[in-house]
């Protein structure tokens, strides 16, 4: 995979720092002695004369004083100081993270293809991976295996997780191990450096047992758990839930209990092509639910829909991390979520007001194709048009496509 290339982009805005540039003809240090009291009121090393690229300078202000420096008749414009960060460019990314960097459509199947992304990347937040469930039936065409009676987990020594992957806690009896391989996959499409969206982020894995009869409360002590573990570790957090069941109170107030302490709950809408209204966590207002799309934008035929859907993401023929240091591909809403649950780490580990509640600045509204009725037709993006970043009407709040999302998806409001 290729570096990171050194292509600065602005983001974040500095709290009272400012760049001022005056009108040509007018002496800086002229303007500086007619501002005395307003450069003085603040320490004087904090401004800085630019000498030849422009007719300014760069220093501290309070909200008032830079606000009677922009009625100067002297001053050309002000503009408050922002972080530079790198961007990363993948040239050997798969299709999926392509779609997550790009407006068009992808137009042929490649064997490579170039995924842009703010290096940041989900650097210092922690996603929590939790009881995968895949497309059951491919699964097992596939592997062979009874997902019913299968277990979950991380194979925290794949070289792709770069030591970023740790174990959280197992509720089985079983051991710290994955026996299947899902939760692996899953945690490479959010954190990997080779298939994950937020190459920088930590995933810590939540094993637990996929039994019918136990299910809802080894989800309801997992959620419990990872809730006391985030006030512990005060680290930004999101939660990856591939799973669902049957719709229950219990777990739909568990998921609102985390996002009422701020952290952010993905969940997969389910592979049974029904209504996810009646799939818990799926159906929470408080968590983000993602559908699964294929390479031509279409939804994939299984993946659940409805008005408490959020968002689709690629999630059919997705190559992830496997087993023993290998790869493999999966299919299913379960691939879908880590994507998204990817962006949100982008999001929170870019230290600014472009907080997860302005993820939806950021998707691709009415370009999917087979999409019923009443499910919003969204797909999610990273925001990298023509490399430009995260687009700056998000800094302000500035949400698009307002008309065509769910009605309860502006309950995210996270920081």
Request: hydrophobic share 35%; glycine share 8%; proline share 4%.
């Amino acid at each position: 995979m290729s570096e990171s290339q050194e292509v600065p982009i602005a983001t974040d805005s500095e709290a009272n720092t400012y760049i001022i540039v005056l009108r040509d003809g007018v002496s800086t240090s002229s303007f500086l002695r007619s501002q005395e009291e307003q450069v003085n009121a603040f320490s004087a090393s904090s401004v800085h004369v630019f000498e030849h690229v422009l007719n300014g300078f760069t220093g501290s202000f309070s909200e008032s004083h830079i606000e009677s420096i922009k009625a100067h008749s002297d001053v050309k414009y002000v503009e408050a100081d922002a972080k530079c960060y790198a961007y990363g460019h993948q040239s050997d990314a798969t299709w999926n993270l392509a779609r997550l960097s790009r407006i068009a459509p992808l137009e042929k199947v490649e064997p490579k293809y170039h995924y842009y992304y703010d290096t940041p990347a989900g650097r210092g937040v922690d996603i929590y991976i939790v009881g995968e469930q895949p497309d059951t039936n491919l699964f097992e065409q596939i592997h062979g295996i009874d997902v019913s009676e299968t277990d979950t987990g991380i194979d925290t020594s794949h070289p792709s997780f770069e030591n970023r992957a740790s174990w959280g806690i197992t509720l089985t009896g079983k051991p710290n191990v994955d026996t299947d391989g899902h939760g692996t996959h899953v945690a490479g499409i959010a954190m990997s450096k080779q298939y994950g969206v937020a190459k920088e982020a930590n995933a810590i894995a939540v094993k637990v047992l996929e039994n019918k009869d136990s299910r809802t409360t080894l989800l309801v002590k997992v959620l419990d758990w990872i809730l006391i573990n985030v006030k512990f570790t005060k680290r930004p957090s999101i939660v990856n839930m591939s799973i669902g069941g049957d719709a229950s109170q219990a777990l739909d107030d568990s998921v609102k209990k985390l996002f009422d302490t701020k952290i952010s709950v993905v969940a997969a809408a389910g592979n049974d092509n029904k209504d996810a209204k009646f799939v818990s966590p799926a159906r929470s207002p408080f968590a983000i639910t993602v559908g699964a799309t294929t390479f031509r934008d279409k939804r994939y035929k299984h993946s659940n829909y409805g008005s408490v859907v959020n968002v689709f993401a690629p999630g059919e023929d997705i190559i992830s991390t496997w087993l023993h240091g290998g790869s493999t591909t999966y299919t299913g809403t379960s691939m879908a979520a880590p994507h998204v649950s990817g962006l949100m780490a982008c999001l929170k580990s870019l230290e600014s007001t472009r907080i997860p509640s302005n993820f939806w600045a950021y998707v691709h509204g009415g370009i999917l194709h087979d999409i019923p009725d009443k499910t919003p037709n969204l797909l999610a993006y990273n925001g990298f048009y023509n490399l430009g970043g995260w687009p700056s009407s998000a800094a302000d709040g500035d949400e698009t496509n307002e008309t065509s999302r769910s009605s309860h998806d502006q309950q995210y409001l996270y920081s």
